[in-house]
């Protein structure tokens, strides 16, 4: 795992999949997700359909999603993965799922290589999601190793 500190949003804008965890419940309201939300209303809005397939599908927004998520072009081949980490949010126990994140980033392997694309991505699950970082770093190296992939931290 390459790490580079600085904003992951402003210096990666093209020629690469930025990846970010998010919850199973179509919200995207605090953290890295947010910023994506704000910067990339494409990738929200591609997110949010996602979810809608699967509560036609499945009737419910629950464990079933977890692991799976949704590239989103944005332009100039930057694709960004909404990838489903964590069923619920917030900041009272941890939400994110070490068993998601790991088949998610299977996903993101198989994306780029379909793409030739490096991968990128923040602490996911890490940070509101109350995932322990030393697990989520582990899980990312193993799942990505012989691939391009670099996390940003902003210190």
């Known amino acids: 795992m ?3 500190v600085g904003d992951l949003l402003e210096n990666v804008t093209h020629d690469a999949i930025i990846v970010h965890g998010c919850n199973a419940q179509g919200v995207m309201g605090g953290g890295f997700a947010l910023q994506v939300k704000n910067k990339y209303p494409r990738a929200y809005e591609g997110y949010r359909r996602h979810l809608e397939r699967c509560l ?3 009737g419910c927004y629950d464990e079933k999603v977890l692991g799976g998520g949704v590239s989103v072009c944005v332009g100039n081949n930057l694709y960004i993965a909404n990838m489903i ?3 619920k949010f917030g900041t009272d126990k941890r939400h994110a799922n070490y068993e998601a994140i790991a088949h998610a980033f299977e996903l993101v392997a198989k994306e780029s290589d379909k793409r030739n ?3 990128h991505y923040p602490m996911i699950g890490a940070g509101l999601a109350g995932g322990n970082w030393n697990i989520i770093s ?3 190296d193993t799942t990505l190793m012989g691939y391009d992939h670099t996390l940003w931290t902003l210190k």
């Open 56 to 58: 036609e599908e499945d």
């Open 138 to 140: 582990t899980i990312i």
């Open 117 to 119: 694309l490096p991968i």
């Open 2 to 4: 390459k790490v580079i």
């Open 85 to 87: 980490t964590q069923n």
